[in-house]
């Protein structure tokens, strides 16, 4: 572990959380990447924030956690330009079709896809979590595709047992995997 400290420390990761069932994920990889050295600044959805409050988040990271354009917004800066600006990588985690979408689309609707619109230019990891027959479906498919042409690096998703009781394809990245390739993406920073 003391090498891996070694990897993130003062390494800036903006961690953004979408809502789906591994958002308790997320929360691990926070902890686990705040323990590794990382400074974790977290943007959480509002459906994300129904499964884990951004409380959790904050205590794990030591961090203010952003969940609307006007979180922390005591002056006139630009809340999700600070982020992006901030960022040394982007990880999104859990990455629901929702956010996949908006991402591939441009599309600013909330604070999330506002900030994550402004990232193009940084190392950008996104990890799916969503049901099988979601992960399967053409429109999320060229979604994905449409990333990969960007320099948007998919990470999973897996295959196992899902939420809805059902096996296949669409469980998120272990968060131990993730910092393994958030380490790696450091090394090269």
């Known amino acids: 572990m003391a090498q891996a400290l070694l990897k993130l420390r003062d390494v800036n990761i903006l961690l953004g959380i ?32 129904k499964f884990v409050t951004p409380v959790t988040f904050q205590a794990l990271t030591g ?3 952003y969940t609307d354009l006007w979180t ?5 800066s630009i809340t999700h330009i600070n982020l992006a600006d901030s960022a040394d990588i982007v990880v999104v985690a ?9 991402t591939a689309s441009g599309i600013c609707d909330d604070l999330l896809s506002t900030t994550l619109c402004a990232c193009w230019d940084k ?22 595709e449409t990333l990969k042409t960007r320099q948007v690096e998919i990470i999973g ?9 059902t096996e296949g394809a669409g469980r998120m990245t272990e968060p131990a995997d993730i910092i393994k390739r958030i380490e790696q993406i450091a090394e090269q920073i």
Do not use: H
């Not at 922390?72 to 006139?76: M, N, R, V």
């Not at 979601?134 to 999320?140: L, R």
């Open 72 to 76: 922390g917004a005591k002056d006139f």
């Open 94 to 102: 859990p990455a629901t079709a929702n956010i996949i979408a908006k």
């Open 123 to 144: 190392p950008f990891l996104i990890a799916p979590a969503m049901n099988t027959q979601m992960w399967a479906n053409p429109a999320v498919r060229q979604n994905i």
């Open 63 to 65: 961090m203010l956690v």
């Open 157 to 165: 998703p897996e295959t196992g047992r899902l939420a809805c009781g």
């Open 18 to 49: 979408s809502g789906a069932i591994p958002v308790y994920k997320a929360a691990d990889l926070a902890s686990k990447l705040t323990s590794a050295g990382a400074r974790v600044r977290c943007v959480m959805t509002a459906n994300a924030a």
